[in-house]
Nanobody, 114 residues
């Protein structure tokens, strides 16, 4: 059983920055890929970024160059640094991993508005 708890969301002006955190339970953290997804109102959940156990990272085209995913295996935590935020980045951001099944956090709201 894996538990994921996100934090760090909030309201930010366009061009601003936020850093999301996802704390994971369990000693398996370092063995698995961790990812971030987001869901805007009225839209489907979409992939944002992922970091695999070896440290390689992958991003959605819409966030490349602006977002950075990283992990601290000692703290069982994955981060999403979001810079140059745009109104279209608004949504609920979810942490994800897959071991025996998919696991999702409860989500954290990010609102980009002036």
């Amino acid at each position: 059983q894996v538990q994921l708890v996100e934090s760090g969301g909030g309201l930010v002006q366009p061009g601003g920055s936020l850093r999301l955190s996802c704390a994971a339970s369990g000693s398996i953290f370092s063995s698995y890929a961790m990812g971030w997804f987001r869901q805007a109102p009225g839209k489907e959940r979409e992939f944002v970024a992922t970091i695999i156990s070896g440290g390689s990272t992958y991003y959605a085209d819409s966030v490349k160059g602006r977002f950075t995913i990283s992990r601290d295996n000692a703290k069982n935590t994955v981060y999403l640094q979001m810079n140059s935020l745009k109104p279209e980045d608004t949504g609920v951001y979810y942490c994800h991993t897959q071991t025996d099944r998919d696991y999702w956090g409860q989500g954290t709201q990010v609102t980009v508005s002036s």
